[in-house]
Every structure is written in structure tokens, then in C-alpha cells.
């Protein structure tokens, strides 16, 4: 029902910065959940950020808070994750994800988000 695409990854360096785009398909972006994610090689597909359909509530992991900021842009159907300060941890795939919205809650598990996009690379160089 819905498709994402995720574009803006690439190579950064330690301190520098990176806007993440995902592209949906389909009306009713507006009423998705949104959020992303990182998986690193060897380890578990980890939360990053999510934000509620409206884009009004956000919620971001503490290693990323006050680095990283989620927003989106519902006319277009692209959800936004801008990356600042970023670290060599910060290494990894991001994957964008759509699922349905939960009342006063974001949640930070994969398992709540049924539409993931293909994924980009994210490579911070020390």
C-alpha cells in the first residue's frame, strides 16, 4: 500500500552533515507514522527517530538527540531526517519506515512499521 524511497545518503566526515530523504507513494501519507532507522554490518536494526503523522510529535533515540532532527513535508509525501554532528557510530544503513499511528505514542521498534524503504548508506569518516 505504501512504498518508500530513500535517497541523500553518502560520505560525510566526522562533524559534517547529511539530509536524508524518503519518498512515499499513495494519498494518505499524512496519516502514517514515520520513522527511521540504522542498521550497521553485524549488528541489530537500531531506532533512530519517528515522527507522527501530522510531523507535530517527534521522538528521537538519545544517541542521536539533539544531532539529528525528523521532519516531513505531508504535500509532498517526503519524511526528512537531517543529520548533523555526525560520528563514525553513525556509520550504517538508514532505512525510512511507515506504519500506523499509535495514540500519544512513537513507538521505537521495527515491528511497528509495516512499509520500509530499500535503504541508504551513511559513511562517517573520522
Known amino acids: 500500500q505504501v512504498q518508500l524511497v530513500e535517497s541523500g545518503g553518502g560520505l560525510a566526515q566526522a562533524g559534517g552533515s547529511l539530509r536524508l530523504s524518503c519518498a512515499a507513494s499513495?494519498?494518505?501519507?499524512?496519516?502514517?507514522?514515520m520513522g527511521w532507522f540504522r542498521q550497521a554490518p553485524g549488528k541489530e536494526r537500531e531506532f533512530v527517530a519517528a515522527?507522527?503523522?501530522?510531523?507535530?510529535?517527534?521522538y528521537w533515540a538519545d544517541s542521536v538527540k539533539g544531532r539529528f532532527t525528523i521532519s516531513r513535508d505531508n504535500a509532498k509525501n517526503t519524511a526528512y531526517l537531517q543529520m548533523n554532528s555526525l560520528k563514525p557510530e553513525d556509520t550504517a544503513v538508514y532505512y525510512c519506515?511507515?506504519?500506523?499511528?499509535?495514540?500519544?505514542?512513537?513507538?521505537?521498534?521495527?515491528?511497528?512499521?509495516?512499509?520500509w524503504g530499500q535503504g541508504t548508506q551513511v559513511t562517517v569518516s573520522s
Open positions: 519506515a511507515a506504519g500506523p499511528e499509535y495514540s500519544d505514542y512513537l513507538p521505537p521498534k521495527p515491528s511497528a512499521y509495516h512499509y
Open positions: 499513495g494519498r494518505t501519507f499524512s496519516s502514517y507514522l
Open positions: 515522527s507522527s503523522g501530522s510531523g507535530t510529535s517527534t
